[in-house]
């Protein structure tokens, strides 16, 4: 059923620029060197106190500059640390959860981010018995877990995937991982169709035998995915162009109850897999997000059917119309929280006919079925100098209010907090490489930061004086 305009004028007097959201961003509104300090409002009298935890500090061992009082602990390392068979940890980490373990473990299941013909990879995911989807590809999911003492295990997931990205957390305790490659079989040596979601339990690894993708959710270059706790409903980004990508909703089967296992019982055509047609306040179509160039702009949100899910001979966004969909370039990580859905796109160029920026969060509220841009960050022209941000990727809202972001831009690479007023701050900066930041997630306490180093594949655990952001 289309949203009607009259519908759309009501619901977005409540989801601007003003609209509450506990615990979380609000209307972020972020330029590369947010705001100066002499442009700080003032408290009764006072400049405002600048928000996050003061300048970054070398390391003296190169990895991570982190404010005073923080550190940081190595949890796996590819070619370095070694699974429970004795194998090295596999390379290329990318998309991260944490689940809570009994007597203070912490369990994270940890994506790979690798493709292409397994025999060029380095530090593939090892094929292990009964989780091999593909023996010809390299990637998949390990699953480590972290003792309070500093001891930590790691073992297989599942294995035989390419280029897992991120994916998402579900809400029955398991985790969702998104092949971001649609190689098809027999390009680049596949023996399986690729483009898939997968189910990894890491709490029962007899669950994790068989892998079996769910074709429900469709075969494109996946990014992320959320479920909507209350309706079942799953939201899913593409990260592609010519054309760009496009956000996903897939509308389970009547009567269908998630839980752990279900999804991978679903029919390949359960349910309906849509994608969004987006207008303005004025009733508009609106073809990209890169048209919002403002803070607080509300799109309303009808929903389109995908005529071919799998994609038997057209890529999926290719099957729309320029009129019949609303796309973005590089639509990245999502989370779940205040109700709704932080979709991030990292960022528009050339491709996008709007205007360029480096970087957009958006909120979508699936009961007013509106999207509102929460962040916005302009174009960065020095990204070599340390202090500006760009190219947001994975994404978390944080227990100490706000959003943590990894960045994956150009030049120095950085994790950055963002407040409800949008005034962004440095948390950590990469000091090894040019690599981007991954899977940055917190642990079940609130205690520790998890955060990946992409190449050669480090998981790193911060941890410090962690306080509650202030609204501003």
């Known amino acids: 059923m289309s949203l009607t305009r009259r519908e759309f004028t009501g619901s977005t007097a409540l989801t601007g620029a003003g609209f ?35 300048p970054l500090r070398p390391d003296p061992h190169g990895m991570l500059a982190l404010p005073a009082g923080f550190s940081y602990r190595i949890i796996t390392h590819s070619g370095v640390t070694k699974l429970e068979t004795g194998e090295d940890t596999p390379s290329n980490h990318d ?20 493709d292409g013909p397994r025999d060029e990879v380095e530090y593939p995911v090892p094929l292990t018995e009964g989780l091999v989807y593909d023996p010809a590809a390299p990637g998949g999911c390990t699953i480590v877990e972290t003792h309070r003492d500093g001891r930590t295990a790691e073992w297989v997931g599942i294995s035989g995937t390419a280029n897992n990205c991120a994916g998402g957390r579900t809400p029955w305790g398991t985790w969702l991982t998104c092949e971001e490659n649609s190689d098809r079989a027999g390009q680049n040596g596949m023996t399986k169709d690729h483009g898939y979601v997968f189910e990894v339990d890491p709490y029962d690894r007899r669950a994790n035998q068989n ?45 269908f109850k998630h839980g752990r296992g279900q999804l991978r019982r679903l029919a390949d055509d359960a349910g309906v897999l849509q994608a969004p047609r987006c207008f303005d306040a004025g009733g508009r179509f609106v073809d990209d ?24 001979t057209v890529d999926v966004r290719q099957q729309f119309e320029a009129e019949d969909v609303t796309r973005a370039r590089k639509l990245e990580g999502m989370w779940w929280a205040d109700g709704g859905a932080y979709i991030v796109s990292s960022y528009a160029r050339d491709e996008s006919p709007g205007r360029p920026h480096d970087g957009q969060v958006w909120f979508y509220h699936p009961r007013r079925r509106t999207l509102t841009l929460k962040v916005l960050l302009g174009v960065n022209t020095e990204p070599d100098k340390d202090g500006a941000f760009d190219g947001p990727d994975n994404i978390t809202v944080s227990p100490y209010g706000g959003l ?55 998981m ?3 941890t410090g004086p962690w306080r509650r952001t202030p609204r501003h």
């Not at 961003?25 to 947010?34: K, W």
């Not at 991260?96 to 981010?113: D, I, K, P």
């Not at 469709?218 to 162009?241: F, K, M, N, S």
């Not at 994956?408 to 040019?434: C, K, M, S, W």
């Open 404 to 458: 943590v972001i990894a960045e994956d831009g150009e030049g120095v690479q950085h994790l950055f907090g963002a407040t409800e007023r949008g005034r962004t701050y440095p948390i950590a900066r990469n000091d090894l490489n040019d690599s981007e930041f991954t899977g940055v997630v917190f642990s079940p306490d609130g205690r520790t930061l998890f955060a990946n180093i992409q190449e050669p594949g480090i």
């Open 289 to 312: 997000l890169s048209r919002a160039t403002k803070i607080g702009v509300v799109y309303g949100v009808d929903w389109v059917d995908v005529p071919d899910r799998d994609a038997r």
């Open 211 to 255: 892998s079996k993708p769910i074709k429900a959710f469709g075969r494109y270059d996946h990014e992320a995915v959320v479920i909507d706790p209350r309706t079942g409903y799953a939201y899913l980004t593409e990260d592609a162009d010519e054309p760009n990508g496009l956000f996903f909703r897939w509308v389970p089967p009547h009567g």
């Open 95 to 114: 998309g991260t959860a944490t689940f809570e373990g009994s007597r203070g473990v912490t369990l994270l299941v940890n994506n790979h981010e690798l």
């Open 460 to 462: 790193l655990a911060i």
């Open 20 to 54: 509450a959201l506990t615990g979380a961003a609000g209307a972020l509104a972020t330029a590369p060197g947010a705001l100066a300090a002499e442009d700080a409002p003032e408290i009764a009298g006072r400049p405002e106190q600048e928000p996050g935890y003061g």
